[in-house]
């Protein structure tokens, strides 16, 4: 079937498999790095805490860091994987050795699929003849110690090993059916007197869709120049973009870097949206160390808080100000909380660049912060011609199983 001057494609996304092209997503609560290993005897095991990120997941896989202990005594381990009200829902039993060896590392075990949904918990029970790792560098108190038949959670005993610091090296791998993408573009041109539509159809097997996003890129350069992203809910959606030939840049009233990653914040509330519409990653450069961080501008451009990846805010605007902590004065605020200087202290921006199918950031020249505080530190998010030239269309969706289907359509958009 075909329609007159518009072109349909669906895409094809990352690796599928299955009639509902299903993608393995690994949940994990360690950052990689063993801080020390554990084994544990007389038949209790280790055990994590595990959130499905959406109903009637799909655990097939689990992955284990660990190694043989030396001259063991015993050659088998059982696994189990248990319900929030500790019900057996599977388990595998089989020997250490054709799993684990003598160094430490990551060995994944098969599970048959079983569906999962909010918590459940995977127990590993080795019997004494595997060291399991531990990484202690920051705790979620989801590791516990358990027992079998009956099923049961055991007092955390293990001497000089806090609890809320240790995390067993145990991750989940399981999927939930993908989206699939369907694209119309009407107009294969760009301008902002008429800028391009696009059109996504999304439909998701369970009906868990969260947002969809546009990121328009240069065919010259591969940088991402402009992005948009939109919630989309339930299993079936139908959204729209205009994209008016425009790009993101930072500017502080004499310079400007660009094009910048900018994102358009999605579910805040009414009060804040006009003021935190935007947000785009950055290094802080203040007093010669660099703190990464997010700067948050509003519907006007303009900035209006700058917070750290830890959740400490840097800078905040009198506008926000008076939104958030109304009974405070700014002349206090600004005495007792900032410590950013005009001229002395600078941001980098990120862009993003698409080229090779594989989208990384790479940073923008440092842009000086030029005004005081009361006046937004003297930076706006603005919106720029976009360079004469060809564009591609590359997109997102994403559900709430945690899938995030990416795709690039291969015919261009063109701008004068």
Known sequence: MSRK??????????SCRGALCENTITLAYDDGVPDDALWIDEGRGHALLFTAPCEEWTLSKVALFGNLVENASSDIFVLEV?????????????????FFGDKMGWTVVDLPDVQVTQNFLVSFYEYGGVYLGADMSQGFR?????????????????TSWERNETNWMIRAMGYSPSPVIYIEMPSASASQSSPTMVILRVTDADENLRSATIYMIDNNTQEMVWSETKPIEGGEAQVQFFWPATEHVVSNGTSEVGPVLAMKNLNLPANLSIYLTY?????????ETEITAVAFFGEDGRLNSLTDMSGLDHYISPSLLKIIDPSRSYSDYQRDNLTLKEGRDR?????????????????LPS???????LFNLGLKLEKADAKSGEYQLMVEVEDEGMNVMRGVWKKVVSVA
């Not at 001057?5 to 990352?14: A, K, N, Q």
Request: glycine share 2%; with cysteine; hydrophobic share 45%.
């Open 5 to 14: 001057s518009i072109s349909i494609i669906l895409l094809l996304l990352l």
């Open 82 to 98: 248990w319900d929030k009200d500790l019900n057996l829902l599977a388990k595998i039993t089989d020997r250490t050795k054709a």
């Open 142 to 158: 989801r590791s516990i110690i358990t027992a079998r038949a009956p099923n049961h959670i055991m007092e955390w005993n293990i």
């Open 279 to 287: 947000s785009a990653r950055c290094i802080l450069e203040k007093n």
């Open 347 to 363: 941001l980098i921006f990120y862009k993003m660049d698409a080229g090779s199918g594989d989208p990384k950031l790479e940073i």
């Open 367 to 373: 842009l000086a912060l030029s005004k005081s505080p």
